[in-house]
Every structure is written in C-alpha cells, then in structure tokens.
C-alpha cells in the first residue's frame, strides 16, 4: 500500500467496477425486469384473459381437465391463480411408454413424457397463447446468462458479483464524505458532475445495492462452496438437501388398484386450516386414480420472506394427513430468508415497485461508473496526442452496452409480437431477436465509438419503447384503449412503463446531442491570453 489504505481501495473499486461492468449492467438490468416477472409474462401472452375465479373452484376446473387430458399421468402438478397471475398453470408426467399427447394446448416434450397447460379458471379450458419465454427470460437471463453452460455462466455471474460486493465495501471505504456527497450534485462541469451522478446513484440506494448482490451469492452458495456438503455426506449430497429443506422423500409406489382421490378441493381447506388461514400456492397428486395416491399441498409463499413454505402430504384414498414439513433448522430458515430477500416474491406492490427502482438506480450507478473511467481517462490520452486501444475498446463497450442493451430489450418485446406465431421453437427464437440487437448495437459502437453514436442508439432505444404500445395497439386486442377500459392495469401499467422508459431514453439522447464538453481552466487561460493579444 505504497499510496496508504483509502487511496489502495479506490484502485481496487476502480478495477473490480470496470473489468466485470458491462456484464455486470446485462445482470443488472435482466435482474431488475424479473422483479415484474409474471406482469411481463402477462403482455407477451396478450391472448390470456383476466380472471377472477381463485381458490377451491379454480382447483377443481383444473382436476377436471387433467382428469380428460392427462388421466393416464403418473403424477399432476398445479400451480393455482393469485393476484399477479390469474391462470392455472399445471404440468403432468406420462409413464415412459406413453405416446405423444394430442394435439392442442395440452402438449407433450421429450417424446410425449411431460406435458403442460396454461388453464383458464373461470372456465375450465385451456387457453390457446403464443410461445413465449415471457419474463421468464429475464429471469433466466441474470444468473444463466446465454447460449453458454449453465454451469459456466453461473460461475461468471458468482465471479462478477463477488467483484460488485468488492466494489461496494471498496467506494464506501473510499469515499469518507459519502452521505454529504449524496446532497452534492454540480451539472455542467464535466468529469466532476459524472462523479456526483455516481455517487449519488451508489448512496441513494446503498442498503439495496450491497443486500442485492450479498444475496445474490447465497442462491448459489452451495455450487460455490460445495466441500462442506461433500464432506458431511460423501456421495449422497441428496440426502443433505433433504434433509436441510425438509424435502418429501419419494412417494409410495402405485398400488395398481384403481381407487376414487379424495376431493383435493378438502384436502386444500384441511391444508388452510393447519396453516392458520394462509393459502395453498399449488398441490402434485402422485398417482392419480391409484388406491396408494398421495397430493403433497403447499403452502403460497404470500408475504413470508422465506422462500421454504411448509408442505402437507395426504393419503388421497383416504384424505388423511401422512406427513408434514419439519421446521428447518437456524441455518435453512437464514438461507431461506436471504434468498427470499433476493427473488422480492414477498413483496407488495408499492415495495415491488420500490425494488424496481431501485433496480434502475444500480444499472445508473454500473454505467455513469465505467463511463467515468473513460471521462478520466481522456485528458491523459489527449494530451499525449492520440487515442489509445484500451480507451477505444471502453469507449465502444460503454456505447454497445449502456446505450446497447435497452434496444435488445425493446427487440426482444418486438419480436414477440412481430414473429409468426406458428414459427418453430419461437422462444427461441425471440431470445435470438434480443442478442442479435444487441450485437448489432456493439458492431455499431466498435465501428463508431464517437460521441454521436451515443446519440444515435439513445434515440433508437427511445423510439423502439416509444412506439411498442402502438405496436400492441396494431398487432393485438389488448393495447391500452381496452384495458383502461376493463381496469387491466397489468397491461395497461406495462404500456405505460414503455412509454416512460422511451421518454427517459429520449431526454438522455437530446442531452448527448447538445452536450458540449466544459472548457479547463488551462483552455480558458489560453483563450484568455489569445483575445488579449489580438486586442492589442
């Protein structure tokens, strides 16, 4: 530390911020979209009508349609409506010789071995949408990233937010005045106001940054440190996770004996009651129509922070009650606690939309802080008289990813609504829209890393989330005009979220524009001294 202590952590916040930034921003940015999960999911399935039918009534329209599609299964899985999603979403598992389902919503993969549905429950029949990941995506997309391993992209994503939780502990070490610089903002003076934006952007939501991305870690904690489990249960790690997240272990085998299930929709009631009046989430009947069937019941996850809930298992010949869920232990409810933190499922609408935004202030703090490397760097590049290959490089990086990554957002709900709707393996496909955007708007920046290329993709950013609603409007019957009408804010909210997002983008890409670099003090001295000498 030849610099002393604070001036050694601002090298290192410097570095750990820069080398993992840019993915850092994707991670940040797909992270904060997850938080309206379910909502994004909504508008990209424009066809699923809002429903109010909950509870017993939906799980029984749902037993119906297992029972004439899926009466065969050797086990049903149903997730039931809430307030974020209407729908019944349910999953079956066909005996291994089964053939391919028939054709409809009801549909089988690997052969005809699983199948799905997405259920309408106030009616009881499938609804027919479109393929979609929805923000399923998203969610996937900030800690599995693309195309690459899962495997390897978790530990890039782990990597980067060790390097993020560095650089938090590292910018409050080394700014002492950190909460007097929160009330300190200087426009209009160049490298000066970028580092006011910044640490403004780093204090106004420090408690969420540094909770985000700790908690980030504990998801994965036992892919990071496996040894302890390892060592504790040498070849039988299953045995550890049921035992830490008091898993059910298998269920008994079918009897081969046909026998009436107990009526779920009791069984769903008897569940409540034990839990003092909190909801079942979903239920998995083992072996339907079987004399050795078992439903497994859980509990909605609802407002405990906690992602473990506690499960029932009941005989379903029978209706009685076979087991239930131990409490876990210290350490499990911390892990649960902590992960439950992270995913924000507790959260209440004004909270949810206060982690989104506080979202957005950490994807502003990521990009203002590379983008003040460059701005810091530049004079010593200048001054030496050309511009160098690591400033070109950031430069490009900053432009393809800060400006970048909100038109592959913008493409990726256009391409959910612009690609045939018959087109094989459409998912996929929308998920090629968003990186090929994406690299698009690289290409661009590392053919142009000027200025005005950060114009020009701000204002193409802009235009694609400005003019999606219109788009919604041409391509479906669910664009704003019907859902004020109806009081669909869900899919009224996210047209109006498009149009915001698209505003912000614009007021940034107009700033770019008329932007014009401070002139030094050294420059003003020597425009000074110039005018001088031609007054005399």
Not at 337 to 352: E, I, N, S, T
Not at 457 to 471: D, E, I, N, T
């Amino acid at each position: 530390m030849k610099q002393g202590f604070r001036q050694s952590m601002a090298w290192l916040h410097t570095w750990t911020g820069l080398l993992v930034g840019w993915l850092l921003l994707l991670i940040f940015m797909a992270g904060t979209a997850s938080y309206y999960r379910e909502e994004i999911s909504r508008w990209m399935r424009p066809e699923v009508p809002a429903t109010q039918t909950r509870g017993g009534v939906a799980a029984d329209h749902a037993l119906r349609y297992l029972q004439r599609h899926a009466a065969k299964a050797e086990s049903w899985t149903v997730t039931l409506p809430d307030e974020r999603n209407g729908t019944l979403r349910m999953f079956w598992r066909n005996p291994e010789s089964a053939s391919p389902p028939e054709a409809g919503k009801h549909r089988g993969r690997r052969g005809g071995r699983f199948g799905d549905a997405t259920v309408n429950p106030d009616t009881g029949e499938a609804i027919a949408t479109r393929e979609t990941r929805g923000g399923d995506f998203f969610y996937r997309l900030h800690f599995d990233l693309h195309y690459i391993p899962v495997v390897w992209a978790r530990y890039l994503v782990g990597f980067c937010a060790m390097f993020m939780l560095v650089a938090i502990i590292t910018g409050v070490i080394t700014h002492k005045k950190i909460f007097k610089d929160f009330f300190t903002f200087r426009p209009g003076k160049g490298q000066r106001s970028w580092l006011d934006f910044h640490n403004v952007s780093a204090v106004m939501a420090l408690p969420y940054h540094a909770m985000i991305t700790y908690t980030g870690i504990v998801t994965l904690m036992f892919m990071y440190l496996p040894w302890g489990v390892q060592a504790a249960y040498p070849g039988d790690e299953d045995a550890f996770f049921s035992a830490a997240f008091a898993q059910f272990g298998d269920p008994r085998e079918a009897a081969g004996q046909a026998a009436p299930t107990h009526p779920v929709v009791r069984l769903l009631e008897d569940a409540q009651r034990r839990w003092q009046g909190r909801e079942p989430g979903g239920f998995t009947v083992h072996h339907p129509g079987d004399a050795n069937a078992v439903v497994d019941v859980y509990q909605r996850t609802g407002k405990r922070l906690s992602v473990d809930t506690p499960s029932l298992r009941f005989d379903g010949a029978t209706g009685a009650l076979l087991d239930a869920s131990p409490a876990p232990g210290g350490a499990t409810r911390t892990r649960g606690v902590m992960y439950g933190l992270h995913l924000g499922r507790f959260a209440d609408p004004l909270l949810r939309a206060l982690f989104f935004l506080s979202g957005l202030v950490g994807c502003l703090m990521v990009a203002s802080g590379v983008i003040l490397w460059a701005i810091k760097e530049r004079p010593k590049h200048a001054k030496a008289g050309r511009i160098g290959f690591g400033l070109r490089l950031v430069d490009a990086l900053n432009i393809g990813a800060v400006a970048g990554l909100p038109i592959a957002f913008a493409a990726y709900f256009w391409g959910n609504r612009l690609l045939p709707l018959a087109l094989a393996d459409r998912p996929s496909a929308e998920a090629d829209v968003f990186f090929l955007a994406w690299a698009a708007a690289l290409l661009a920046a590392f053919a142009w890393p000027r200025r005005s290329m950060w114009a020009w993709q701000l204002y193409v950013g802009a235009l694609s989330f400005l003019l999606l609603p219109l788009l919604n409007a041409l391509t479906t019957d669910a664009h704003l005009g019907v859902s004020i009408a109806r009081d669909d804010w869900t899919m009224a909210g996210f047209d109006l979220t498009l149009f915001a997002l698209g505003a912000g983008l614009a007021c940034a890409a107009r700033r770019m524009q008329r932007w014009r670099p401070p002139v030094s003090a050294a420059e003003r001295r020597r425009q000074a001294a110039a005018s001088a000498e031609g007054a005399a």
